[in-house]
Each structure stands twice: as structure tokens, then as C-alpha cells.
């Protein structure tokens, strides 16, 4: 069975396969990442007339108190929401779903 890391990683290559994705969707798959991968923002929020800065600045600050871990599921189940809204399918485990499909920030 995978671990949710290695199916966070799988995940971080497999979003590639979608050429173009939504503004919004992108800043979540941010904030998820850095969550993930960093932990709580530990930047500080950038001027107003940096948009993209600040934008990307709230997605992850947005996270803020969630465990590497469970952003690695948010960012998984994600990342799977939005493969199978493209018609993208790839190839998962049955077995070891279940761990990742625990309450979550999946809208």
C-alpha cells in the first residue's frame, strides 16, 4: 500500500497532465502544496499592488493549522477531483483510499 506521501507525490506529476487549469484551482493546489511541503506561512503577506503575490499569499496563509499530512490528503483528493473532471484517468489503488477520504477541504 502507498503512503499518502507517495500518493501526494504522484499526485504533484500526474496535475501535469492537465495543460490548463483555472486560476482558482491553481491557488488551491498552492496553498495545499506549500502546506504540505512547508507547513504554515512563514512569509510575511505581501504590498496590495502585488495581486498574484497576495493571491498566492491567502491561499496557503489559508491553510494555516493543518498538518503537513492532512494537506498532503487535501491536496491528493484534489488533485484526483480534478483528473476525473478532465476524463483523465490513472491508475490508484483501491485499497488505501479510505485513508484519504476523511473529513476534508475538498470544495
Known amino acids: ?32 502544496y506549500k502546506q504540505a511541503t512547508t507547513g504554515d506561512c512563514n512569509i510575511s503577506c505581501p504590498a496590495f499592488w502585488d495581486l498574484k503575490g497576495k493571491a498566492k499569499w491567502d491561499a496557503w496563509n489559508g491553510n494555516k493549522g493543518i498538518s503537513k499530512e ?12 480534478q483528473l476525473k473532471e478532465y476524463g483523465i484517468e490513472i491508475e490508484t489503488e483501491a485499497e488505501g483510499e479510505a485513508e484519504v477520504e476523511d473529513e476534508g477541504k475538498d470544495e
Open 1 to 32: 500500500m502507498s503512503t499518502i506521501e507517495e500518493k501526494f507525490l504522484k499526485a504533484a506529476d500526474d496535475i501535469k497532465l492537465i495543460e490548463k487549469l483555472d486560476n482558482n484551482v491553481l491557488l488551491k493546489l498552492y496553498g495545499y
Open 70 to 81: 492532512k494537506a498532503m490528503k487535501y491536496y491528493y483528493r484534489y488533485v484526483k477531483k
